[in-house]
């Protein structure tokens, strides 16, 4: 059974960055992952997801140009950094990882089976 711990997430300001990581128990390597967001009062959405070689990263149009995905395959983790942080970021934030190794990157959280169990990130003004 793979399980998925996010990093302690904080209280930041606005403008603040902060990094987010997820390291997983099982060997993940061969899968795409993402990183999803559900604020209070709203639905899980989609924040970045990268391919299992890293090679390609797909953003939300509300977090781009702000937020980067990464890897480190060797160390089974997933990271997320996140510059100038806005109160609008403010959410709980849940890595995932996809349903099937070698598969293509996608943004819908139906495709993930593996999910961590969410840290919580609050911006400040």
């Known amino acids: 059974q793979v399980q998925l ?9 606005v403008g ?13 390597s061969t899968y795409s992952m993402g990183w999803f967001r559900q604020a209070p009062g709203k639905e899980r959405e989609f924040v970045a997801t ?4 890293g090679t390609s ?3 939300a149009d509300s977090v781009q140009g702000r937020f980067t995905i990464s890897r480190d395959n060797a160390k089974n983790t997933l990271f997320l950094q996140m510059n100038s942080l806005k109160p609008e970021d403010t959410a709980i934030y849940f890595c995932a ?29």
Not at 6 to 13: A, C, D, I, T, Y
Not at 16 to 28: E, I
Not at 50 to 53: A, C
Request: charged share 15%; aromatic share 14%; net charge positive.
């Open 50 to 53: 990268i391919s299992w070689r």
């Open 16 to 28: 603040d960055s902060l990094r987010l990581s997820c390291t997983s128990s099982g060997r993940l």
């Open 97 to 125: 990882a996809h349903k099937f190794p070698y598969g293509a990157v996608r943004k819908s959280h139906q495709d993930f089976a593996y999910w961590g169990q969410g840290t919580q990130v609050t911006v400040s003004s």
């Open 57 to 59: 990263a797909f953003y």
């Open 5 to 13: 711990v996010e990093s302690e997430g904080g209280l930041v300001q």
